[in-house]
């Protein structure tokens, strides 16, 4: 297999490595040997702060483990240092950092060699993203000189890392018009849609009071807390989507949407974990599945799928609605048994007319959903 082939072929695997973290320790393990480096070490750091918050080694005997004395000695590391100070830079040769004296005697390059073998080491950090920025250094060994080539080929492959990442967050817009508000996962708002901040000037049914969520009257308060507490991830375990409906005297009843969000740095998997939550002002129908779009995070052709289901459409009559092959609308369903967590078309159909029944009973106990 010629060099180009490996290096398309990585570039597929890393779109497709999403959040899976062992797919993604393959993917690092074969950027490293392309470039032709012998190990590699991968860290979120907040690097204004130098605070590090994750690290994985890649070599020989340190395959996806975070090694204590890199936790101990990360500061030292004059790439680092180097970069928090040219952060426009992004990309440097560990021995173009520091004196030429001054890097054979320095006790970060002393470690690398005695841990991982190598004597210099080409590193690249990404554009802060909540104010923590991805880093990837590729070490090589004492009788490997990297080429430029090799340098611009870890360019290139840490670009589409880069992209990668930040192609599976999903990113908050204050500019939205739909009613969105940000929570960290301390249940604290952090940011609000221009749709929300309108929503709620024009129909004050919620409030933001010192910084959290609030709303007139002891029931619907008790609704609104205890579907934070389930969106919200506690430890090991995941938060789940739920949706309440609150009543007011402003009109008809609001629909609160909470769904789990995280930001995804690739070997590390999920990081930095929050809460969205929506405010819709209609009560949702089979015709209009803004909620069930909203809970399961479907994308906009998903949700194309599932209303033209809803409307009767078998396979084949959906395939020509949207002009696309039967595999690529069973590829679809997939995905939407997948986040949803059903496994056929009626079990799908009874999931999207159970959320509006009870939407339609109005009783706000009966409309909180838990997948």
């Known amino acids: 297999m010629s060099l180009d082939t490996r290096v398309s072929e990585l570039i597929k695997r890393i779109y497709s490595a999403a959040g899976d973290t062992a797919a993604w320790d393959s993917v690092m393990m074969g950027l490293f040997r392309a470039v032709g480096s012998s190990a590699g070490i991968a860290s979120l750091i907040e690097l204004q702060e130098m605070r590090l ?4 080694i890649y070599g020989p005997q340190h395959y996806g483990y975070c090694i204590e004395g890199y ?43 005695t841990t991982l073998g190598s004597s210099y080491w080409y590193a690249g950090c990404s554009a ?14 004492h009788d490997h000189e990297a080429s ?10 840490f670009d589409h890392v880069e992209c990668a990442m930040r192609l599976a967050n999903r990113g908050f817009s204050e500019e939205s018009a739909r009613a969105l508000i940000r929570l960290d996962d301390q249940g604290r708002v952090e940011q609000l849609s221009r749709g929300a901040q309108r929503m709620l000037h024009d129909r004050p049914v919620l409030s933001l009071d010192n910084d959290r969520i609030n709303i007139s009257g002891r029931l619907q308060q008790r609704m ?4 934070l507490e389930q969106v919200t991830p506690k430890g090991a375990r995941s938060g789940k989507p739920t949706a309440v409906q609150i009543k007011h005297e402003h009109g008809r009843p609001w629909i609160i949407v909470f769904r789990p969000v995280a930001e995804i740095y690739g070997p590390f998997g999920r990081v930095n974990r929050k809460v969205d939550v929506e405010m819709l002002d209609r009560v949702p129908a089979m015709a209009r599945l803004d909620v069930v779009q909203s809970l399961f995070d479907l994308t906009g ?32 369903l997939r ?28 009783d706000p106990a009966d409309l909180e959903l838990l997948n």
């Not at 918050?53 to 994985?56: L, Y």
């Not at 923590?132 to 060994?141: Q, R």
């Not at 409307?311 to 009559?317: E, K, L």
């Open 335 to 362: 995905s939407i048994y997948a986040k949803t967590k059903t496994s056929s078309q009626s079990e799908l159909m009874q999931l999207c007319s159970g959320l509006s029944s009870a939407a339609a009973l109005g």
């Open 224 to 227: 609104i807390d205890r579907a």
């Open 148 to 157: 430029d080539d090799d340098f611009a080929l870890f360019r290139l492959l």
């Open 301 to 332: 052709r998903e949700l194309q799928v599932l209303r033209l289901l809803s409307q009767g459409h078998s396979i084949d009559s959906l395939s020509a609605s949207i002009e696309v092959s039967r595999n690529t609308t069973r590829a679809h």
């Open 53 to 56: 918050h994750r690290c994985r």
């Open 71 to 113: 936790a101990e000695r990360y500061r030292e590391d004059p790439t680092l240092s180097w970069v928090a100070g040219k952060p426009e830079a992004r990309f440097c040769d560990s021995r173009a950092t520091i004196g030429r004296e001054e890097y054979l005697k320095h006790p970060f390059v002393d470690w690398a060699s």
């Open 128 to 141: 802060p993203t909540s104010g923590i920025n991805f880093c990837l250094s590729a070490h090589f060994g």
